[in-house]
């Protein structure tokens, strides 16, 4: 290892509570494309098309398939080295709490994937709900939605089985409040956290990176797993520029 990464892990050995936040970029390795930068999901489409409660409202059929591609490409996609690496590095100790912005399941499947009877310490908070879900427009129903949309027209989109409204992705379009729940878990990881773990996020979005900032303010340490510049460059103690299938297993084994 680096003196970089040495001093990296001894941070995190050192800290007895620890928030993870990770983004788009721990999962590029995996093949799900990232938001922003070379290839990124807004360089080819525009979120106010596609991700605003007011793209659904305009254009249901538009902002489903969409969705509908997205969770194909991710239904072929496998946790990669960082994914597993964080999940196992999470089930060996305690006090970390994995905070993501993603939508993807890769954390979740990792989890699993150890093999371990109770994965549930590996489970992330998820800031932007998850794309393997979907809700009523209307009524409370929700339910895990994997299957293949059909996006031909309005008809064929998913609609509620209770009461026959349209279903839409169980995810956090711009302009909508972050689940409260997963919003007071973060909050309370990022005010007790001794060291924050940054991984695959250019911190653009908010409120995901003020947690970042809110662990720097209080004088504890960040570091930042990314082979790009990012907006925690500035505050990271340290900053291990690479992909995050192979920094993670070299720092977290
Ligand atoms: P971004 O696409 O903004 O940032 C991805 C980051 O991952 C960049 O800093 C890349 O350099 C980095 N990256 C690329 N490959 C990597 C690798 N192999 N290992 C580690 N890092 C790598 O994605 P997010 O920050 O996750 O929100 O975006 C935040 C939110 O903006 C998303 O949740 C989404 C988006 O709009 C909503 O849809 C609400």
């Known amino acids: 290892m680096t003196d970089l990464a040495d001093r990296a892990r001894s941070l995190l050995s050192n800290a007895s509570r620890v928030l993870v936040l990770t983004g788009a970029g721990i999962s590029a ?25 007011e793209a659904f409202a305009r254009d249901p059929r538009l ?4 969705y509908g ?10 946790p990669n080295a960082g994914h597993l690496a964080l999940a196992r590095w999470m089930l060996a100790r305690s006090g970390v709490t994995l905070v993501t912005q993603n939508v993807d399941s890769l954390h979740e ?7 371990v009877a109770d994965p549930s310490p590996a489970m992330p908070v998820r800031l932007h709900g998850s794309m393997a879900r979907e809700r009523c427009t209307r009524c409370d129903h929700a339910r895990e939605g994997l299957e293949p949309v059909n996006a031909a027209d309005l008809a064929t989109l998913p609609h509620c089985p ?11 379009w711009f302009g909508e409040s972050i689940p409260e729940r997963a919003l007071s878990q973060a909050t309370e990881a990022a005010r007790t956290a001794e060291a924050c773990l940054v991984i695959g996020t250019a911190g653009a979005v908010y409120p995901a990176a003020g947690f970042v900032l809110a662990v ?7 570091i930042v797993v990314d082979p790009n510049a990012t907006a925690f460059d500035s505050v990271a103690t340290v900053r291990l ?6 920094v993670l297993p070299a720092l977290l084994a």
């Open 29 to 53: 390795e995996s093949g799900v494309p990232t938001f922003r930068g070379p290839g990124g999901l807004w360089r080819e489409f525009r979120p106010e098309d596609l991700a605003t409660p």
């Open 63 to 66: 902002v489903w398939e969409w």
């Open 69 to 78: 591609w997205r969770r194909e490409k991710v239904s072929d996609c496998q």
């Open 109 to 115: 499947a990792a989890a699993r994937s150890t093999g």
């Open 162 to 172: 209770s009461c026959g409204a349209l279903l839409r992705p169980d995810v956090v």
């Open 216 to 222: 720097h303010r209080r004088g504890r340490p960040v």
């Open 241 to 246: 520029v690479g992909q995050a299938g192979e």
